[in-house]
C-alpha cells in the first residue's frame, strides 16, 4: 500500500541515549517533514527536506538531525536524548504540486526518554 | 513567519446537530493552500478538506464545509449533521505555494459528539 511508514512505532531510551526514526514513503514525493505532538501545542515542526540531499530547520529543531540521503527515505536522529524530547513524532510527505500537496501522514512513534 | 491560530481548545456538539471550528492564520503571502485535519484516537492523521487561496469558492467535502475569508485571514470548517465519528482533534494547517514549503499547523481543538 502506497503511503508513508515510520519505524519504530514505540520506544523508550534511557537520558543520553541516542537513536534514529525513520520515515520512508513510496509515493515520489519531494516534501518530507517531521514534527513533534505534545498535549495543547499541536504539531510543532522540528525539520524539514524539499528535495533529496536538502535539509532544512523548522519550529523546534534543537536537539535533532535529519538526513535525507534518498528521496524516498528522512531520518530523525536524537544524538543525546532528553526527558523534554518525549513525544509522539510524526512523519509526513508531500508533492510539490498537484493533488498531492497536503500532507501525508504515517502513524507516528511514540517516544518516551527516561 | 506564518503562524495558525485555533483559539477554541474544546468544542461539543450534539449529534445531528452543526459545529463551526474557527481557524485564524498569519501570512503576507497571496499564494498558498489551507488545510482542516482529523486526528481520531487512533492518531492517524486524516486529510478533511482543503482549500486554495486563489479560488473564492468555499471547498465543500461532504459534510464539511469552509467558510474562507481571505481578507480578514480566516478559515473556518463547519461540519453539519455532525455524527459520533466525528469526535476528534480538528487541526487547520497553512502551506505557501511559492518559497516557503513548511506545512504550518495550529495547536488544534478537541471536538466532542453528545449522543
Known amino acids: 500500500n502506497a503511503g508513508v511508514t515510520q519505524t519504530p512505532k514505540f520506544r523508550v531510551l534511557k537520558t543520553g541515549q541516542s537513536m534514529t526514526l525513520l520515515c520512508a514513503q513510496d509515493?515520489?514525493?519531494?516534501?518530507m517533514y517531521w514534527y513533534r505532538q505534545d498535549p495543547g501545542m499541536g504539531l510543532r515542526l522540528i525539520h524539514y527536506?524539499?528535495?533529496?540531499?536538502?535539509?532544512a530547520k523548522g519550529e523546534v529543531p534543537d536537539g535533532y538531525n535529519v538526513s535525507r540521503l534518498k528521496k524516498q527515505n528522512f531520518l530523525l536522529g536524537l544524538e543525546s536524548a532528553a526527558p523534554s524530547q518525549t513525544s509522539v513524532y510524526f512523519c509526513?510527505?508531500?508533492?510539490?504540486?498537484?493533488?498531492?500537496?497536503?500532507?501525508?501522514f504515517g502513524s507516528g512513534t511514540r517516544l518516551t526518554v527516561v | 513567519a506564518q503562524t495558525v491560530t485555533q483559539s477554541q481548545p474544546e468544542m461539543s456538539v450534539q449529534e445531528a446537530e452543526t459545529v463551526t471550528l474557527s481557524c485564524t492564520y498569519d501570512?503576507?503571502?497571496?499564494?498558498?493552500?489551507l488545510f482542516w485535519y482529523k486526528q481520531p484516537p487512533s492518531r492517524q492523521m486524516i486529510l478533511v478538506i482543503r482549500?486554495?487561496?486563489?479560488?473564492?469558492q468555499n471547498a465543500t467535502e461532504n459534510r464539511f464545509s469552509v467558510n474562507f475569508q481571505k481578507a480578514a485571514k480566516s478559515f473556518s470548517l463547519k461540519i453539519s449533521d455532525s455524527q459520533l465519528g466525528d469526535a476528534a482533534m480538528y487541526f487547520c494547517?497553512?502551506?505557501?505555494?511559492?518559497?516557503?514549503?513548511?506545512?504550518?499547523f495550529g495547536t488544534g481543538t478537541r471536538l466532542t459528539i453528545i449522543p
Open positions: 509515493m515520489n514525493h519531494e516534501y
Open positions: 509526513a510527505s508531500s508533492s510539490r504540486l498537484g493533488s498531492s500537496i497536503f500532507g501525508t
Open positions: 482549500q486554495e487561496a486563489y479560488k473564492q
Open positions: 501570512t503576507s503571502e497571496s499564494d498558498y493552500y
Open positions: 527536506s524539499v528535495g533529496e540531499g536538502t535539509t
Open positions: 494547517a497553512y502551506r505557501s505555494n511559492f518559497g516557503n514549503e513548511k506545512l504550518t
